[in-house]
């Protein structure tokens, strides 16, 4: 019995182990994930802002503003309008300058005009197809002029690409680092019981029949970590959530769950894939080939 226990316990340590690297390997991957979903939905969130300006006349009636608003919203590419009549938009601009400095008093009349704010999605979020939308309202008769600043929108389309860029090349890199610490932590699991895989071969044990166990196993042990890196990712959500934090308030509990489920698909597939390649590795080698 005392035999058996010497033998037993450091399998089940090695697996312990085994385990809890490929688990902290997916949580690693995981907050990599998170941060990727945060920084595309930040992107997404900033290029739905940016859009043009509607000017109207002075004397623009309010049927003409709704014909307006109504025609612009129907256009493909268009978010959301905002209407601000002049009223709204002085006391935007005495906020801003101050109450040393009444606009009111200088000019004796409100000299803004009804605007009407056009925020675009997206994918429209550029110069040229924010000009295709804005050139045919500047043309009505009831709008005076249409700003936008195409330099702005080309400045922040420029860095919001250069930061997409680096957190892909970031992603791929700690992807790639991912599968081959996990691999080789399955392959040295299988390697410690290279010589158990000989004699298998030794009385007559088929491939297939040999393999099936590792393969089980490993495939246990990837469904047990990405159980416990997805335990890991909810509490680091939670935590982070508890916070004012920008960039973790924009991580919803669905995309928790998607990144926590991928996190268990991942540790069963490239468990499971390792230890495909490493039986099959140590089913091929002959008796001296164990040893080196």
């Known amino acids: 019995m005392g035999r058996f226990n010497h033998h037993h316990i450091p399998l089940f340590s090695t697996r312990i182990t085994a ?32 859009g043009f300006v509607v000017i109207f006349n002075n004397d623009a009636t309010a049927s003409d503003i709704s ?8 256009s493909p590419g268009v978010r959301e309008c905002i209407y601000s009549s002049p009223e709204v938009i002085l006391d935007r ?76 090349i970031v992603g791929a890199g700690l992807l790639i680092v991912s599968f081959v610490l996990i691999f080789n932590t399955v392959r040295l699991a299988v390697y410690s019981r290279r010589f158990l895989i000989h004699t298998m071969k030794l009385v007559g044990a088929t491939s297939a029949f040999i393999r099936r166990p590792f393969l089980i196993e490993n495939v246990v042990n990837g469904f047990v970590a ?27 509990w669905v995309d928790a769950c998607i990144v926590m489920c991928g996190a268990v698909v991942t540790g ?12 099959n590795r140590y089913l091929s080698l002959s008796y001296d080939e164990l040893f080196k």
């Open 67 to 74: 014909a307006v608003s109504d025609g612009i919203k129907s």
């Open 93 to 168: 601009w005495q906020k801003i300058v101050g109450e040393d400095e009444d606009i009111m008093k200088l000019a004796q009349v409100n000299p803004f005009m009804p605007e009407l704010e056009v925020h675009v999605t997206s994918s429209y979020a550029h110069p040229d197809s924010i000009l295709m939308l804005a050139a045919p309202v500047g043309l009505l008769p009831a709008v005076n002029d249409i700003t936008y600043n195409s330099e702005l929108i080309e400045g922040v389309n420029s860095t919001l690409s250069s930061v997409t860029l680096t957190l892909l």
């Open 226 to 252: 990405g159980l416990i890196a997805s335990g890991i990712i909810a509490i680091l959500v939670f935590y982070c959530r508890s916070l004012d934090f920008t960039m973790a308030s924009v991580i919803t």
């Open 268 to 279: 069963v597939v490239i468990c499971f894939v390792a230890a495909l390649f490493a039986a």
């Open 19 to 50: 385990t809890i690297s490929v688990a902290l390997v997916l949580v690693v991957l995981g907050v990599a994930t998170f941060i990727g979903i945060a920084a595309n939905k930040v992107t997404e969130s900033v290029k739905e802002n940016m």
